[in-house]
């Protein structure tokens, strides 16, 4: 679909750089296409200029719809209670989530139909501590959780 956007948008960029001189010629000259001689003092430099603005304004939609893409919609609004401290890979759609609400952690499992919160730590588990990365802290608290 992007490409045959790109293929469109050049097709018309050489038509109107090509074809542009015959049709304001036609205008000057009087044997304009169109009633009322609407199209007159259309020259292919202004008519490249208003391609090349399409083009940007068209640029700019991809662009701004990447950028929301890539980092979400609330990327600007950064909510201190609400944060994902880590996550960890069980198969090729599943998701086991680790989530820091306000003091209290609660551990999501995460799959393309739904989402269910497996377990609410009473002891969190520290982001900041050097001690092993968040599949090993994950393993450990729930080793723990199953003891108790």
Not at 1 to 12: D, G, N, P, Q, V
Not at 90 to 104: A, S
Not at 131 to 139: I, M, P, Q, T, V
Request: aromatic fraction near 8%.
């Amino acid at each position: 679909m992007r490409y045959k956007c790109i293929i469109l948008l050049l097709l018309t960029l050489l038509f109107l750089a090509s074809g542009g001189t015959a049709w304001s010629e036609t205008a000057v000259t009087g044997n304009s296409l169109s009633p009322g001689g609407v199209g007159q003092g259309a020259t292919t430099a202004s008519l490249v200029k208003v391609a090349v603005g399409l083009a940007f304004v068209v640029l700019a939609i991809f662009a701004s719809a990447w950028f929301f893409r890539r980092f979400g919609k609330g990327a600007f609004l950064a909510h201190r209670d609400l944060r994902v401290i880590g996550g960890l890979s069980l198969g090729q759609r599943e998701r086991v989530v680790l989530l820091q609400v306000g003091k209290e952690q609660i551990l999501l499992g995460v799959s393309p139909g739904r989402i269910q919160p497996l377990h609410v730590l009473s002891e969190p588990i520290s982001a900041d501590s050097a001690d092993g990365d968040f599949s090993n802290k994950l393993n450990v608290a729930l080793k723990n959780w199953k003891r108790s």
